[in-house]
Nanobody, 116 residues
Framework: QVQFVESGGGSVQPGGSLTLSCLAS????????MSWYRQVPGKGREFVAF????????YYADSVKGRFTIFRDNPENTVYLQMNNLKSEDTAVYYC?????????WGQGTLVTVSS
């Protein structure tokens, strides 16, 4: 059973930092591209970043480029999202997912709230 367990969210002030973690299970983690998404309540889910299987290649949404860093630890089946210089518009529930045509269930996500 494929599962994603996100953690590390919290409340921070604008300009602050957080690092999110996503522990994946139920598949061979090292063979999949992994992505982070986020969703503001009442809005659609938005792509944030992806990372290649080996971590050599990454890609970011324009809205987070230069502030967020995605990285992974294949032996630990974990993908991370380091978020710096957070802005109020980064407030959302963050999810990770593998890049696949399979209909994986989403995890519960982790809530990030950026507010002064």
């Amino acid at each position: 059973q494929v599962q994603f367990v996100e953690s590390g969210g919290g409340s921070v002030q604008p300009g602050g930092s957080l690092t999110l973690s996503c522990l994946a299970s139920g598949f061979t983690f090292s063979t999949y591209v992994m992505s982070w998404y986020r969703q503001v309540p009442g809005k659609g889910r938005e792509f944030v970043a992806f990372i290649s299987q080996t971590g050599d290649n990454t890609y970011y949404a324009d809205s987070v480029k230069g502030r967020f860093t995605i990285f992974r630890d294949n032996p630990e089946n974990t993908v991370y999202l380091q978020m710096n210089n957070l802005k109020s518009e980064d407030t959302a529930v963050y999810y990770c997912k593998r890049n696949t045509l399979s209909m994986d269930a989403w995890g519960q996500g982790t809530l990030v709230t950026v507010s002064s």
